[in-house]
């Protein structure tokens, strides 16, 4: 080796250790870098906010996850419990005098790189979809370490993009305004709007247009068990399909672009619910959703001209009825 050779790695392999300490300091990159968080605030629609930390999670019932697409056994406490529990817990604020206010609500996920999710209340209720959603603080029963103290887990995901490492900030968001009537009754078309593409209204015929679904499926009304089966097109394909909205990113390489976002549906009657893109985006949640337009081969009666259907959930309270509105929209620019 030439002094000129030995010289050179010596002043490479400065370089490379420089590079090292300024991405060891400013904590680029993936969610493994440095800068691990030590609490996040939990706040919004929230009578208690407050500030968590590793002490404060293991103050709730531990609960443990060790199926999913990120390889571990997850130790944390149920998000569902966090958000809800009035002794420890955010105690999340309802308003009675709007029906099932609670399926207005979504939570914004954040961590300390800037990665944003969003999980619909509906999506974690135990009487909707009763997801098993965690913040876990420990991974196959060790501190999680590079992913800060505490991280979302989101089991049945198809893929880790809600697995939000290091978290910072949650944040429970969705109207609080009393349910406008619209006056109920038929409706005739739905809009789409918000951040989409296309934007426009929608009837069966035009649905029709797209591929079709059916999904036989059991819900509970009430005292009533509803069991049938419901055809339309998949709200995903629907957003997605240049004959639907078409506005969706659909690239693998920009797949966090989904989690930011959210979709209102709102009935004839100014009922309304939040479904999470990534519920229904078939690399996250891939749940079987419809905009249905007919119900056992015949039509919907009073449910209408197109009504979501949410074959997860328990309950039938996101089966809005009298379409009027989808809406998506952003979690990052509508808050
Ligand atoms: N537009 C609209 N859709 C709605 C509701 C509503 O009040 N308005 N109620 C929801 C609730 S709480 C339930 S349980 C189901 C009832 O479904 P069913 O009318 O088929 O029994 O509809 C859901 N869809
Ligand atoms: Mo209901």
């Given at each position: 080796?030439?002094?000129?050779?030995?010289?050179?790695?010596?002043?490479?392999?400065?370089?490379?250790?420089?590079?090292?300490?300024?991405?060891?300091?400013?904590?680029?990159?993936?969610?493994?870098?440095?800068?691990?968080?030590?609490?996040?605030?939990?706040?919004?629609?929230?009578?208690?906010?407050?500030?968590?930390?590793?002490?404060?999670?293991?103050?709730?019932?531990?609960?443990?996850?060790?199926?999913?697409?990120?390889?571990?056994?997850?130790?944390?406490?149920?998000?569902?419990?966090?958000?809800?529990?009035?002794?420890?817990?955010?105690?999340?604020?309802?308003?009675?005098?709007?029906?099932?206010?609670?399926?207005?609500?979504?939570?914004?996920?954040?961590?300390?790189?800037?990665?944003?999710?969003?999980?619909?209340?509906?999506?974690?209720?135990?009487?909707?979809?009763?997801?098993?959603?965690?913040?876990?603080?420990?991974?196959?029963?060790?501190?999680?370490?590079?992913?800060?103290?505490?991280?979302?887990?989101?089991?049945?995901?198809?893929?880790?993009?809600?697995?939000?490492?290091?978290?910072?900030?949650?944040?429970?968001?969705?109207?609080?305004?009393?349910?406008?009537?619209?006056?109920?009754?038929?409706?005739?078309?739905?809009?789409?709007?918000?951040?989409?593409?296309?934007?426009?209204?929608?009837?069966?015929?035009?649905?029709?247009?797209?591929?079709?679904?059916?999904?036989?499926?059991?819900?509970?009304?009430?005292?009533?068990?509803?069991?049938?089966?419901?055809?339309?097109?998949?709200?995903?394909?629907?957003?997605?399909?240049?004959?639907?909205?078409?506005?969706?990113?659909?690239?693998?390489?920009?797949?966090?672009?989904?989690?930011?976002?959210?979709?209102?549906?709102?009935g004839?009657?100014?009922?309304?619910?939040?479904?999470?893109?990534?519920?229904?985006?078939?690399?996250?949640?891939?749940?079987?959703?419809?905009?249905?337009?007919?119900?056992?081969?015949?039509?919907?009666?009073?449910d209408g001209?197109?009504r979501?259907?949410?074959?997860?959930?328990?309950?039938?309270?996101?089966?809005v009825s009298n379409?009027?509105?989808?809406?998506?929209?952003?979690?990052?620019?509508?808050?």
């Amino acid at each position: 080796m030439t002094n000129h050779t030995h010289r050179f790695r010596t002043t490479l392999l400065a370089r490379i250790a420089s590079i090292g300490i300024l991405l060891a300091l400013y904590g680029c990159g993936g969610s493994d870098d440095p800068s691990p968080s030590t609490q996040f605030t939990l706040s919004g629609q929230v009578n208690r906010s407050s500030t968590f930390t590793r002490t404060d999670l293991q103050a709730f019932p531990p609960t443990t996850q060790s199926q999913g697409p990120v390889p571990g056994s997850f130790t944390g406490v149920s998000l569902w419990t966090l958000l809800t529990d009035a002794n420890g817990g955010g105690d999340l604020t309802t308003n009675p005098q709007v029906k099932n206010d609670s399926l207005r609500k979504y939570v914004v996920v954040m961590g300390s790189d800037g990665t944003q999710a969003v999980v619909a209340v509906g999506e974690i209720h135990p009487n909707f979809g009763n997801q098993p959603d965690l913040v876990a603080y420990d991974v196959n029963g060790q501190p999680l370490d590079n992913d800060g103290f505490a991280q979302l887990v989101v089991p049945r995901d198809q893929s880790g993009g809600r697995y939000v490492a290091n978290l910072v900030r949650l944040e429970v968001r969705g109207s609080t305004a009393p349910q406008v009537s619209l006056g109920g009754g038929i409706a005739p078309q739905f809009t789409l709007s918000g951040d989409i593409k296309h934007s426009g209204t929608f009837t069966p015929a035009d649905l029709q247009k797209l591929p079709t679904v059916t999904q036989n499926v059991t819900f509970r009304a009430g005292q009533n068990t509803v069991t049938g089966s419901f055809t339309g097109v998949s709200p995903w394909t629907f957003l997605t399909d240049a004959n639907g909205g078409g506005g969706i990113t659909t690239n693998p390489q920009v797949q966090n672009d989904s989690l930011r976002k959210y979709v209102v549906a709102t009935g004839s009657d100014g009922y309304q619910v939040v479904v999470a893109l990534s519920e229904i985006d078939p690399q996250f949640g891939n749940q079987p959703d419809v905009i249905a337009f007919a119900f056992n081969g015949g039509s919907l009666g009073q449910d209408g001209l197109t009504r979501l259907v949410v074959p997860g959930d328990t309950f039938g309270g996101r089966y809005v009825s009298n379409l009027v509105s989808l809406e998506v929209l952003d979690s990052d620019t509508s808050p």
